[in-house]
């Protein structure tokens, strides 16, 4: 496999749109996949859309479950890469990233405390 570099901050807006699920070795048996490191590995996949252009929809796969990442939240892709693969007369591309997370939304404006009347009949 050829391993190629992702710039992610050329992809636009990144979506999550089917929120993190444990990738499986071997489905015979439902063996999980792990990393060289023993972590379980898991698939996001993740709407990727640029301005003016249609959404795109790729699975990443990640090391450890991408805490916060649930499905309909824009998310950060830290250390993207593709990698191209060939078995037979089938090829594609597949996706892997150091992290996934969440983009922090804007807190919400806090409405103005009320005052109330102090003393005095109405």
């Given at each position: ?95 892997r990233a150091d992290a996934i997370t969440p983009v ?8 103005p405390a009320s005052s109330s009347r102090k003393g005095?009949?109405?």
């Open positions: 496999m050829q391993s190629i570099p992702v710039d992610g901050t050329r992809l636009g807006t990144m979506t999550c749109i089917v929120a993190p699920e444990v990738r499986i070795a071997n489905r015979e048996t439902g063996e999980v996949r792990k990393d060289r490191e023993g972590q379980t590995v898991y698939t996001v996949g993740v709407a990727v859309r640029q301005d003016g252009r249609r959404a795109s929809i790729i699975e990443i796969s990640v090391s450890g479950e991408p805490a916060g990442v649930v499905e309909g939240v824009r998310v950060h892709v830290t250390g993207l890469t593709a990698f191209s693969w060939a078995m037979g007369d089938r090829h594609g591309l597949s996706f922090p939304t804007a807190a919400p404006a806090s409405a005095g009949d109405a």
